[in-house]
């Protein structure tokens, strides 16, 4: 039987795709509707970096606005999630069991790598959230096997909600929104190369991308907008089976690639 895991990867794009979330949050929202209510929502966003995996514990969460120079509107959007020791907690005793360091932070709120995409999927802020870092340092190894630590827990009725971008270049975005310039080749041709390895099961190469594909660089100067999919990698499990929910480029250089897994 084809059965949707509790896994996602899901696009962020820039802060926009809030107020302009087009057919991606159209087909976000129709996968989060295909999804049984889950316990909890772990939310793995790549604006939150620390040394260690550090686990959220508020019990209430701030929207953070950590972007600038874009419409007010967006300055006034609020998601009022509720978070959930409990839930906190066993996402810390899962790290631990697979022997990762771990901290918390009770304080932490939503950046918009985790409001933005939870706010498509779930408007009503009606299931608890437990925000979870990511360490830039670790490379796609660490994801991956941060992932696997969570794994367990997609088992227990927990989502796993990896956010993130399949290329993403700000310094190629900012020239192209002066310039007019087209999208630059790279943009669907690694986002093609991904989905090819994706549903080809073929995680060494992926984890490995920096070796294994010419424009892996390009595509991610720095790759901690990548990470979030090799952590829902581990947590899907080696059985598990990917699939595109949409594919397609907003803002010039930002492929918006989301992932479901079977």
């Not at 996968?31 to 260690?52: D, N």
Request: glycine share 8%; proline share 9%.
């Amino acid at each position: 039987m084809n059965t949707l895991r509790n896994v996602l990867f899901v696009p962020h794009g820039s802060p926009m795709f809030a107020l302009q979330p087009g057919p991606a949050g159209s087909a976000m929202s129709d996968v989060a509707a295909r999804l049984t209510a889950p316990r909890a929502i772990v939310v793995v966003s790549p604006h939150w970096e620390t040394a260690a995996p550090t686990v959220g514990t508020a019990t209430r969460l701030e929207t953070i606005h950590d972007f600038g120079g874009f419409e007010p509107r967006l300055f006034q959007i609020q998601y009022p999630a509720t978070g959930c020791p409990e839930a906190a907690q066993q996402v810390v005793q899962a790290l631990q069991a697979a022997g990762l360091p771990v901290q918390t932070d009770a304080s932490r709120g939503l950046d918009h790598g985790a409001w933005v995409p939870l706010r498509q999927m779930f408007p009503d802020a009606d299931v608890p959230v437990v925000p979870l870092s990511v360490q830039h340092h670790g490379g796609p190894k660490h994801a991956y096997r941060v992932g696997q630590a969570l794994a367990p827990l997609a088992e227990q009725d927990f989502l796993i909600v990896a956010s993130g971008n399949i290329t993403h270049n700000l310094r190629d975005w900012q020239i192209i929104s002066m310039t007019g310039q087209p999208t630059p080749d790279y943009v669907q041709e690694f986002a093609d190369w991904v989905h090819t390895h994706m549903v080809g099961g073929q995680a060494d190469a992926l984890l490995n991308y920096r070796q294994t594909q010419a424009a892996g660089s390009r595509a991610h100067p720095r790759d901690e907008h990548l990470l979030p999919l090799f952590t829902a990698l581990g947590a899907a499990g080696p059985g598990a089976q990917p699939q595109a929910f949409y594919r397609g480029i907003y803002d010039h250089v930002i492929a918006m690639d989301g992932y479901t897994f079977h």
